[in-house]
């Protein structure tokens, strides 16, 4: 599987899809897409990097252990359920923060924010998996 | 005169050893083990709060209070005080008063000894709960909350396995007697629409013209027994022994044993008074009382002989209980008051001898009165009111109980010869326990005896002084506390006078004089009893202690057992099993109904999709057809891209996306399972086998095709569509409707799936740590990728 070509073109391509899975994650509320879809592609990104180049390197790219990944996005998405608690209205009412930035309307949202919680999530778990059943092969 | 308390304080007095246990481990780093005396200050206000309800409580009134806690099932915290309430929220908090200064002296340089007030304030806070407990399900909880907290501290010194399995032992006993009892509250519940025990007892015979008396009667039962340790669930309260003493003292005398008592005079009223109960709880409480003693002669350890004369006790007072006639419930409720009393000091007392003499067996100990003149002081009171000799509250009560035995019309004679062989006994155990190890010559024994310190010997003093105090002014507590406690056991207000004299020879006094008379003998032959019952006992050989034991090691081998067969740990069978199971979910009902759909009238396709079919059919011949297993899960992916492409072509993108990102997946992730497993390449399951796999196979897509058939036969509800379809922008702003109802309709859903994700994802990664150390026998697969594909379902 470790031809030079793949080597060699797998890292790029590793960036663009996790790119790629953010924006597929950040236009998810009004087009296709999502964080289910975007952990996905984020996923297969990271299971492409290790195949290529072993799973060490991705270990080290990533910086902490994919599960804390996961971890920290079921956090989030717990999180931005509590915030309506503050206002008075029931768990997980969603709460809406448009603001301008260059002319350009951002909906900050808490949907925003459970939504990069499903992401982490479904990235962490699936890539966690997948680095696991790679380890063998690099060692 | 009204009580100097408001509804609110109450409330708050039952709260505050909970928060008492909170501060209880702090306050034990400042102060070490002198923390007992402000810790002690908690329970003994409690005491004075609850003493404001003396005075109304004694002319028949009674106080409810309750804060909402789950209005919509009609759970509240609620509390009920009258007399039986005000009775024991008074033992547990005055008794708890000296039992917090006793385990501070006890366990004095104990490491844990924060964590151990900690749990005595939980056990306290759990038992005050109870006893004045309104609402049936509160009620349940502290129920429940006492048999927690007792197994935390039963197995307190959880290094020696004697202890955990005697913490393990009460807990399964009483905490699934909690369970039969739930039931009991739940049928009452439904059967009378009613969870205030205070409405209940309101009405006296709404249980009893329900037609559920009889399993509403059993059920209540069964929780009682167990937790008052009725013969035969007898067999956890001695081996409660292994908790350090201050822990006896407490469970034993006034609380956690009692609260099965206190449950069968609290539905006295309600429960009481039929053929049933006057004959099923005075023959278990006769015999558990005849059982007890006899156990505890055959002891020479202090607090097991203790621990059985519990036993004994506790039928006496089931027994009395069971006979429902006032003047024998009115000797249960004096002995109630006169038990715990003596047996909360002598608890002590044996824990003082054990922690100053080194031993609490009685062979080892004798003339310690001299080295311990106020332990032995206090054990002699107590001692004496144990064996109901006057000038003692315990003298009191043998006459009333035995005016009471001797006056039923029932079975008067029976239980009468009972009590007076139970009693005499009893006598035998004070005997032993309170003089025996005072008296004779000094004995060498392992540690040198002297005096405890006043945190040792003030519990035992003021309880024993007590019990001598409340007999030489019998009037007064018959008034305050006996009167009170029987009106709520009976269910009218009832006014008694007691004496402490009796005013004319009568049958009580001769039967009274028998007890001492047998007593005095059987103790001169005590050591002859002791072998006798012994060796009957060795003869035996199987008791229900045995039979615990015989049951858990039952349950346990029944469901290794049961795992052997259901978790064989063959993937194969797992597999075969789940399709089976899901292929009967979608076929049977069909087969029952009859509703299979109408066969669909054939649309028009243009040739791309019919191209499209053409490739997931042709990829899933080619899964059929493949050689090897590579081959066949690169095949089974052309299938799921063609899906993929269905999805898109009929407006799902969204459905068609995941579908496209999950198959990649699982053809990655299968292909990394098959280099990591050994498997052979090839397949090489005989015709057989593939042919019943591929039965259940084509049965689930058969049954899976016809369901959707059938389903899209139906009308179509429109009501949730529209709904999604008009609000998503509107109020959620996002005009793609899967995400948002991802998202924010049913975000909640969501919020659950993404849990299960990442759970599986940490088995599925635990699961190969585990098989990354021996080698996997063949077709042993895990299958990662179901955690991806559950989402397609969305």
């Not at chain 2, 008694?496 to 005095?520: E, R, V």
Request: glycine share 10%; aromatic share 10%.
């Amino acid at each position: 599987m470790r031809t030079v070509i793949f080597r060699t073109i797998a890292p790029y391509l590793s960036a663009l899809m996790v790119l790629y899975s953010i924006f597929v994650l950040l236009r998810g509320h009004n087009e296709p897409g999502g964080g289910f879809i975007g952990g996905l592609i984020a996923a297969s990104a990271l299971a492409i990097f290790g195949i290529a180049c072993g799973v060490a390197a991705v270990r080290r790219a990533i910086k902490v252990h994919p599960m804390s990944i996961a971890g920290f996005g079921l956090f989030m998405g717990a999180a931005a359920g509590v915030i309506s608690l503050f206002t008075n209205q029931p768990f997980m009412t969603s709460q809406w923060w448009p603001i301008d930035l260059f002319n350009v309307q951002i909906k900050l949202s808490t949907p925003l924010i459970f939504d990069i919680g499903v992401y982490l999530v479904v990235v962490g778990a699936i890539s966690s998996i997948a680095l696991a059943l790679e380890e063998r092969e690099s060692d | 005169m009204t009580p100097a308390v408001t509804d609110e304080t109450t409330l708050l007095a039952v709260l505050a050893p909970f928060a008492a246990a909170v501060a209880a481990p702090f306050l034990t780093k400042w102060f070490k083990h002198n923390a007992a005396w402000p810790l002690a200050v908690v329970p003994a206000l409690i005491f004075l709060h609850f003493t404001g309800f003396v005075a109304p409580v004694s002319e028949g009134q009674s106080f409810v209070a309750a804060v909402a806690w789950a209005p919509s099932y009609g759970v509240n915290f609620s509390i009920y005080v009258d007399g039986l309430s005000t009775l024991f929220a008074l033992l547990i908090s005055g008794i708890g008063t000296f039992i917090i200064l006793y385990a501070g002296g006890y366990l004095k340089g104990h490491p844990q000894q924060g964590r151990f007030f900690s749990f005595l304030f939980l056990f306290m806070g759990a038992m005050l709960g109870l006893v004045l407990g309104n609402n049936l399900i509160s009620m349940f909880i502290f129920w429940e909350l006492t048999s927690i907290t007792s197994f935390l501290l039963i197995g307190f010194d959880h290094l020696r396995a004697a202890s955990r399995r005697a913490a393990i032992q009460a807990l399964v006993v009483t905490g699934g007697g909690g369970l039969i009892l739930l039931a009991g509250f739940i049928v009452i519940i439904s059967a009378t629409g009613e969870i205030e025990m205070s409405v209940l007892l309101a009405s006296p015979d709404i249980i009893k013209d329900t037609g559920l008396y009889v399993p509403i009667f059993l059920l209540v039962l069964g929780g009682a027994f167990t937790k008052s340790a009725q013969f035969p669930f007898h067999f956890w309260l001695p081996n409660a022994m292994e908790a350090p003493t201050p822990v006896s003292a407490f469970l034993h005398s006034a609380t956690m044993v009692k609260a099965g008592v206190y449950l069968l005079m609290r539905m006295h009223p309600l429960l009481g008074d039929t053929a049933l109960w006057t004959t099923v709880l005075p023959l278990f409480g006769g015999v558990t009382l005849l059982v007890g003693t006899i156990l505890a002669v055959r002891q020479t350890d202090l607090k097991l002989m203790l621990a059985y004369t519990t036993v004994a006790s506790l039928g006496l007072l089931v027994m009395l209980t069971g006979t429902s006639h006032e003047k024998a419930l009115e000797g249960a409720v004096l002995y109630l008051l006169a038990h715990s009393l003596f047996k909360g000091a002598l608890f002590m007392v044996a824990g003082t001898i054990d922690h100053e003499a080194g031993t609490r067996d009685i062979r080892y100990l004798g003339g310690l009165r001299s080295a311990m003149p106020i332990t032995f002081g206090a054990a002699c009171l107590a001692g004496l009111s144990m064996s109901g000799l006057p000038p003692f509250i315990g003298f009191i009560a043998k006459e009333v109980l035995y005016y009471g035995t001797w006056g039923w019309p029932d079975f008067g004679l029976l239980i009468t010869v009972v009590a007076v062989v139970g009693n005499s006994l009893m006598l035998v155990i004070a005997a032993a326990v309170a003089i025996k190890p005072f008296f004779g010559p000094a004995v060498d024994t392992p540690k040198h005896a002297h005096e405890g310190p006043v945190l040792l010997f003030a519990g035992p003093v003021v309880l024993s002084v007590l019990g001598f105090i409340l007999a030489v002014i019998p009037h007064t507590t018959g008034v305050l506390f006996i009167g009170p406690t029987l009106s709520s056991l009976i269910g009218s207000f009832t006014e008694i006078d007691l004496h402490l004299w009796p005013t004319k020879i009568n049958a009580p006094l001769i039967l009274s004089l028998i007890t001492i008379g047998m007593g005095i003998f059987l103790f001169t032959q005590l050591d002859k009893l002791r072998a006798f019952i012994a060796g009957t006992l060795t003869a035996i050989g199987w008791g229900p202690d045995k039979g615990f034991d015989q049951a858990i090691a039952g349950i346990v081998s029944l469901s290794s057992a049961i795992t052997r067969v259901v978790q064989g740990g063959k993937m194969q069978t797992y597999m075969a099993l789940t399709f089976l199971a899901a292929g009967a979910a979608v076929l049977v009902p069909g087969y029952i109904g009859g509703g299979w759909p109408a066969m669909p009238k054939m649309p028009t396709y243009t040739f791309y999709e019919w191209s499209i079919f053409l490739i997931a059919v042709l990829g899933l011949i080619s899964v059929l057809v493949a050689k090897t297993r590579l081959t066949a899960i690169v095949s089974l992916g052309i299938q799921g891209f063609a899906v993929a492409l269905i999805f898109l072509l009929f407006g799902a993108p969204d459905l068609a996306f995941t579908q496209l990102m999950v198959e990649t997946l699982s053809v990655v992730i299968l292909a990394l399972v098959m280099t990591r497993l050994n498997l052979s390449p090839r397949d090489h399951r005989n015709g057989v086998s593939t042919l019943v796999t591929g039965a259940i196979s084509v049965s689930v897509g058969l049954g899976l095709g016809l369901t959707l058939m059938a389903i899209t036969q139906q009308p179509f509800d429109r009501r949730l569509s529209d709904f999604f379809t008009e609000y998503s922008n509107s109020i959620a702003y996002g005009r793609n409707i899967v995400n948002v109802i991802l998202v924010d309709f049913r975000g909640i859903d969501t919020l659950g799936e993404i849990a299960v994700v990442a759970l599986a994802g940490l088995c599925v990664l635990a699961l190969i740590r585990v098989h990354t150390k021996k080698t996997l026998p063949e077709d042993e697969v895990i299958d990662p990728s179901d955690t991806g594909a559950k989402k397609e379902a969305v």
